[in-house]
Structures are given as C-alpha cells and as structure tokens.
C-alpha cells in the first residue's frame, strides 16, 4: 500500500514537472502585460524600456498599465492570474508600503521576483549656505545646531524620507523633516533655503549641482558610482556603515508561475539589459542597470524589508 501510494505521489509530481515544461515551451502565446506606476515616472519608464527590448524575443505584443503609485499597482496586479502574463515592475515602495499601511497584497508572498533591473543611487546635497564641506562636517554643525537644520521629501514614508531618518538615526543628529508633495516642489524648497538638506535620486538632484544651486556632499551607495563621478560615499566620509539604495525590478504576478517560465523571463531581459546601448541609456536616465538572478533579487528585497522595517520600528513611524 505504502509502495502503490508513493508511486502515485511521484507520478504527480513527475505530471507536474512535464505540465510546466510544456507551458514554459509554449510561452507565451498571448499578449503580456506590465502594470506598474503612473505614466511618466521612473517605474513607466523602466517598464516601456524592458517591454520594448523583450517583445521581439518572446514574440508577443507586450503592453503597459498605468496606476498612480506603485502600491496601487500592485493592488491591480494581485488581482491578475498567475500564469505569467501579467507581471509588474515596481520600486521600493512596492515592498516597504505594506510596512507602514495595510495593503491588499503580500508583495513577498503574492509575486515572484523575476530579475532586478536598475538600482538608484542617491545623493546628499545641501543649500550653499549651509556651511559643511563634507558629511563629517555636517554631522558636526548638526550636532551643535540641535532642530536648526530641516530636510525635505516628497512624502512621509517615501525612500527619500527614510534614507534621511537612517542619516539621523545612525549619526544621532535632530534634524526636522519637512514633506512636500512631489520630489520637484521638495528640490525647489532647498534651492529656495526654505529647508537646508536633503537625500535624492542621483538624477534629480546632478542637474542642480552642477548649476551651482546645491552642494553634492556624499552618495547613498556603498561605492563609488558612475552616476557622481568623484563623490565619496557616506560611509567613507564621516557615516560608516551607511548605505541606502533605491531598486527597481520586474515581478510576476502570484506564486504558481511555473519555474521554467520565470527563467524564461529572467532570460530574456538579463540578456537586453547587457547590452551596451542599453546601460548607456539607463545611466543618461540616472540609474544604474543591473541584471540578477530571481534568487538574487529574492534576497536583496528581503534583505531590504529587513532593514527599513527595524527603522521604522526604531522611529515609530507611521502614516496615517
């Protein structure tokens, strides 16, 4: 009896690995669809770019769906059957909403990571006035100026809020936030000195720079990066231990996406993001391309939820 039964479990489970293998071999034989954030935005545009570069290969029309947050588009795409036609890309606001408000999805446990696409480094800059040379410096003027300085973000909970509060958190320093809706109306307020500081999105903030309107004093990143050449990291100028990176990535839509179809995928885009051509674009853009693994970027999101949750925890924060 016990021999009939395992025999009838291993013939399901070999049913089941033939059954994915033909799927796989037969995908995709229908239009694809990418949701993802609001038209115009980093996500938007990654998204375009990958379907643009992979619809050739799979031979079939891929098309984009706009919603207005990368929460929201997850909430939309959750919805979708998990077969592998409808995928999302998404950023880190996708994976760290659900820890600051309740959301109608699991975004480790309702997707599967498909491949990381770029990483976005970001720059701590500040207004001309203040007067810090280096992240060591203003470490010091923040600590003798206790409240004095203010920093912006385009919203409570947003990526650049909380690479700010992990500088003050690690550095012991109370400097007041100050959100604005939207990262220009918060990019305008340190050139108008209405706030002294902030931490932004590499691309947003070198424009500004190099006018001569900000201060660049360290990148979020644990390295160097091509996107600030001759910028020191915050860690190797007066933050140790300090990193805060954006990541932007592709995700299928629900767990029973059979493996050979996910590597399908991951295929197909990790070999158009190797293109020259192509990491020239990404870097004109203001981001960094990277290909991965699922596993790979399985890990790094986790890792990530990780960390900023302990943050959040450790300042209480919470958005209503």
Known sequence: MNAVCFCTRATAIALAIVSADGLAQDYPNRLIKIVTAAAGGGSDFIARIVAQGISAPLGQQIIIENKGTGVLAGEAAVKAPSDGYTLTVQGGAFWI??????????PVK???????????????AVHPAVPAQSVKELIAYAKANPGKLNYSSPGVGSTTHLASELLKSMAGVNIVHVPYQGNQPAISAMMGNEVQMAIFDAGLIAPQVKAGRLRALAVTSAEPTALAPGLPTMAASGLPGYESIGMTGIFAVGDKVPKPIINRLNQEIVKFLAKPEIREQFLKSGVEMVGSTPEQFAEAIRADIAKTGKLIKDIDL???
């Open 97 to 106: 909403g659900p820890l600051l408000r309740k959301t109608a999805y699991d």
């Open 318 to 320: 919470r958005v209503e």
């Open 110 to 124: 309702d997707f599967l990571p498909v491949s990381l696409v770029v990483r976005e480094v970001n720059i701590l």
